[in-house]
């Protein structure tokens, strides 16, 4: 059963440090979203890639964090230096951009907690 | 971007009782949904969708219901049991293949 594997699934960090968050999209898929899960603000859009081109990363804190796709099997998502106010549980998906009424589908996140 | 919103936060409902979520999605262009479930630790999983084209959508104990008219999306679940407790999100297609969330509705399935 093909499934999106993030890693970690768990970080602990203290502020000011770097925190790199992997994400290993199925296989064939050309799309991958990272969202950020908070109580406050439920799921938001943090970024976009098709086809390992970023598409949209308006909703990405430009100064600390930073999405790229050094290949299709990877996606990375970087928050440099991290901040308390950055734990939450961040997912990402991937889909079949080019197919219209296909899904996302999610990994199981990494909960990312700055103290 | 799209505003995905929910009329209710939590809902608890007997067990064997049916489910209805409801949805509001602001994006009249929008023409895929998806509802999810998110059992707590994991990532949201599909559950059922629905194009623009449609008004209905059955799967195996769930329906979506789509209303363009007043851009309001909605979740039945039938005989609801102890393993549909989890929260649901509505998720639109919006401009440029981007994919908006609702806050969620926590269901609480009572035995």
């Known amino acids: 059963d093909a499934r999106v594997t993030q890693t970690p699934r768990h970080k602990v960090t203290e502020m000011g440090q770097e925190v790199t968050m992997r994400c290993q999209p199925i296989?064939?898929?050309?799309?991958v979203f990272w969202y950020r899960q908070t109580m406050m603000q439920g799921l938001e859009l943090l970024a976009y890639f098709r086809n390992r081109a970023p598409l949209d990363d308006s909703g990405m804190p430009k100064d600390r964090f930073s999405a790229e796709m050094p290949d299709a099997t990877l996606a990375t998502l970087k928050i440099q230096p991290s901040e308390p106010r950055d734990s939450a549980v961040y997912f990402c998906?991937?889909?079949?951009?080019?197919?219209?009424?296909?899904?996302?589908?999610f990994g199981n996140g990494t909960r990312l907690t700055v103290t | 971007g799209e505003s995905v919103g929910l009329h209710l936060p939590t809902l608890s409902v007997q067990e064997g009782d049916n489910s209805i979520i409801n949805c509001a999605y602001s994006?009249?262009?929008?023409?895929?949904f998806i509802w999810y479930k998110q059992e707590s630790g994991k990532g949201p999983q599909f559950i059922i969708d629905i194009r623009s084209n449609m008004d209905k959508r059955q799967g195996q104990r769930v329906t979506v219901l789509l209303n363009k008219t007043v851009k309001h999306l909605s979740l039945q679940i039938a005989a609801t049991q102890p393993g549909d407790s989890a929260v649901y999100f509505c998720?639109?297609?919006?401009?440029?293949?981007?994919?908006?969330f609702g806050s969620g509705t926590k269901l609480n399935v009572k035995p």
């Open positions: 994006n009249s262009a929008s023409d895929y």
């Open positions: 998720a639109e297609n919006g401009n440029f293949n981007k994919f908006y």
């Open positions: 998906a991937s889909g079949l951009g080019h197919v219209v009424g296909s899904p996302l589908h």
């Open positions: 296989l064939g898929h050309n799309t």
